[in-house]
């Protein structure tokens, strides 16, 4: 909903006289002869809750119920000035069915393989086997050449935040984050693909900083310069299999839905006629 759209909703939820009347079981209102049913408003609430922090109440009940009343006044006045032969609304149902057909179809569709207890077992002693004594908090500032790598570490040298430069100059997701990355942790020494997905050179360079300190000369990492800072270090934290259980489970899943939804789709590739 538009921010006007909000603002006018919010002005007549303000202004919206109460119910008097009984009304039918599993209803919350009548506005012109269109029922607003309960299950509306039940599905307004958890969303409200968790989106804007109020807690449940009757009062934020009686509230969102007025939203609805209000929000089926603009539908029914849309519809009676003919909005919804709009080309735009059309667009929007169509995009809205298509969405909802495609979703429900690959919903029945694509079966996954189901994660068993002993994956997940075995994934976390895989992971706890990967992790080396101690663990470190990275940052990195990914620049496009030697010029400007100099031209960062010259301000480091002067004083200028690591953070700072980061959001200045680094060309890496992490730069609007001043280039900080999550805690990390990786049998030393380092190897090529054992490193918890950090570039070789990077994961080297941590090993050999002390902390707080930066790298004295950019890393290569993809004919790119990377100025590797070591934030923090220390003993590896391994949490309990219990702790960690549902998290794995859940990635597994993944993993297998994405591999039953990449099966799925190259069988219907296979059987279709496609002119490109």
Do not use: C
């Amino acid at each position: 909903m538009t921010g006007s759209a909000q603002a006018a909703e919010m002005a007549a939820t303000a202004n919206a006289p109460a119910a008097v009347s009984a009304l039918p079981a599993g209803t919350v209102a009548i506005v012109n002869g269109v029922a607003i049913p309960q299950a509306r408003l039940d599905e307004a609430v958890p969303a409200t809750v968790q989106g804007a922090g109020h807690p449940d109440s009757p009062q934020l009940r009686q509230m969102l119920k007025q939203q609805l009343i209000v929000r089926e006044l603009f539908r029914q006045n849309a519809e009676a000035a003919h909005y919804d032969t709009k080309p735009e609304v059309q667009q929007a149902i169509n995009a809205a069915k298509t969405n909802a057909e495609t979703q429900l179809y690959l919903r029945d569709s694509i079966h996954p393989e189901p994660v068993t207890d002993a994956q997940v077992k075995a994934r976390y002693d895989e992971i706890v086997a990967s992790l080396g004594k101690d663990e470190y908090k990275p940052g990195i500032i990914t620049v496009a050449d030697d010029a400007t790598a100099s031209k960062v570490i010259a301000q480091l040298k002067s004083g200028t935040a690591f953070g700072t430069l980061a959001r200045q100059y680094s060309s890496a997701p992490t730069g609007p984050a001043g280039g900080e990355l999550p805690w990390v942790s990786f049998r030393t020494p380092a190897a090529e693909g054992k490193t918890a997905g950090l570039p070789l050179a990077v994961a080297q360079a941590l090993t050999r900083l002390p902390v707080g300190a930066v790298t004295p000369a950019p890393v290569t990492v993809d004919n790119l310069r990377v100025i590797v800072k070591l934030d923090a270090k220390r003993p590896t934290q391994v949490p309990a299999f219990d702790e960690a259980k549902d998290t794995i489970r859940q990635q597994l899943q993944a993993i297998a839905l994405e591999k039953a939804a990449a099966q799925f789709s190259g069988q219907l590739l296979k059987g279709a006629s496609i002119q490109q």
